[in-house]
């Protein structure tokens, strides 16, 4: 099992920044790649490899959004940049568990997660 706790949303203009943080506690955090979702639909965002080596983007946060993880720290951010305000949505962050040696980097698909955080609203006003 994985527990996962996100945080950072908040209110923001259009331009601005936010980093989101998801804490992850439980089995283990280093086995699991990991991924950012969006809205009820858990529109795809953000992934990244068990070890961070690589990462994988939708087209629509490409260049603005970057995702990251410090495992000593058990958790995994995503930096936002230049906001918009169709970013406006519940962020949700996910694990997928892929073993202690892995480096598979999950498609950009919500099947592919099986532990999920409760989400932390962004709202990005214009």
């Known amino acids: 099992q994985v527990q996962l706790v996100e945080s950072g949303g908040g209110l923001v203009q259009a331009g601005g920044s936010l980093r989101l943080s998801c804490a992850a506690s439980?089995?283990?955090?280093?086995?699991?790649?990991m991924g950012w979702f969006r809205q009820d639909q858990r529109e795809f965002v953000a992934a990244i490899t068990r070890t961070g080596g690589r990462t994988r983007y939708s087209d629509f946060v490409k260049g603005r959004f970057t995702i990251s993880r410090d495992n000593a720290k058990n958790t995994v951010y995503l930096q936002m940049y230049n906001l918009k305000p169709e970013d406006t949505a519940v962020y949700y962050c996910?694990?997928?568990?892929?073993?202690?040696?892995?480096?598979?980097?999950?498609?950009?698909?919500?099947?592919?997660?099986?532990?999920w955080g409760q989400g932390t609203q962004v709202t990005v006003s214009s």
């Open positions: 439980g089995r283990t955090f280093s086995t699991a790649a």
């Open positions: 996910a694990a997928a568990d892929v073993g202690p040696t892995s480096d598979y980097l999950p498609l950009p698909s919500r099947r592919e997660y099986k532990y």
